[in-house]
T-cell receptor, first 118, second 110 residues
Framework: GAVVSQHPSRVICKSGTSVKIECRSL??????MFWYRQFPKQSLMLMAT?????????EQGVEKDKFLINHASLTLSTLTVTSAHPEDSSFYIC??????????????FGQGTRLTVV | GESVGLHLPTLSVQEGDNSIINCAYS??????FIWYKQESGKGPQFIID?????DKRQGQRVTVLLNKTVKHLSLQIAATQPGDSAVYFC?????????FGRGTQLTVWP
């Protein structure tokens, strides 16, 4: 399967600071990237969907000014958690998908980033 | 928003038995469904997918069945092994967005 690399895998930051998480598709062009948040023993909650070169589409209830998403190229998307607070502590996962009709139309996932805000 | 759900939160089976994990979805406009396996602390791993114009698809030891009439999806795992223990999610593509169901914890006993 295709490879999606997410970095960092773990990060601890102080309350009030910002944290950037990177998601890269290593062997295919990801026209769409999804960002999720997951709490322990719960499902993945879709935060936003981004298409290369376009503004991200945020799900209802997700603050776009707090969770900044950039999808500037076909292989890289970033999620920046701004002014992080302890309640932002969670497991963040990205997913990348190619164009329908092309190889890699299924969505492949990164390994996730465990964010802890202290 | 999310419209995919799972009937059972946990499933325990004995090694060698077959496992069936069920999923219900609510939006008939969904055109693509995927089953994922997630191990603790890791990202979801693709298992198998099915498009809405199909009703069955088979992979290695896994079969996905889609019943559009009742909006039901199932994942069958043959000869379940201890390494199959994980949380299984069904997911759907709806309007270009990938939504996940609640998840089923599969535990395989030796």
């Amino acid at each position: 399967g295709a490879v999606v690399s997410q970095h960092p895998s773990r990060v601890i930051c102080k309350s009030g600071t910002s944290v950037k998480i990177e998601c890269r598709s290593l062997d295919f062009q990801a026209t769409t990237m999804f960002w999720y948040r997951q709490f322990p023993k719960q499902s993945l909650m879709l935060m936003a969907t981004s298409n290369e070169g376009s503004k991200a589409t945020y799900e209802q209830g997700v603050e776009k000014d707090k969770f900044l998403i950039n999808h500037a190229s076909l292989t890289l998307s970033t999620l920046t958690v701004t002014s992080a607070h302890p309640e932002d502590s969670s497991f963040y996962i990205c997913s990348a998908r190619g164009l329908p009709g092309q190889r890699n139309t299924e969505a492949f996932f990164g390994q996730g980033t465990r964010l802890t805000v202290v | 928003g999310e419209s995919v759900g799972l009937h059972l939160p946990t499933l325990s089976v004995q090694e060698g038995d077959n496992s069936i994990i069920n999923c219900a979805y609510s939006n008939s406009a969904s055109d693509y469904f995927i089953w994922y396996k997630q191990e603790s602390g890791k990202g979801p791993q693709f298992i198998i997918d099915i498009r809405s114009n199909m009703d069955k698809r088979q992979g290695q030891r896994v079969t996905v069945l889609l019943n559009k009439t009742v909006k039901h999806l199932s994942l069958q795992i043959a000869a379940t092994q201890p390494g199959d223990s994980a949380v299984y999610f069904c997911a759907e593509i709806l309007s270009g967005r990938l939504y996940f169901g609640r998840g089923t914890q599969l535990t395989v006993w030796p």
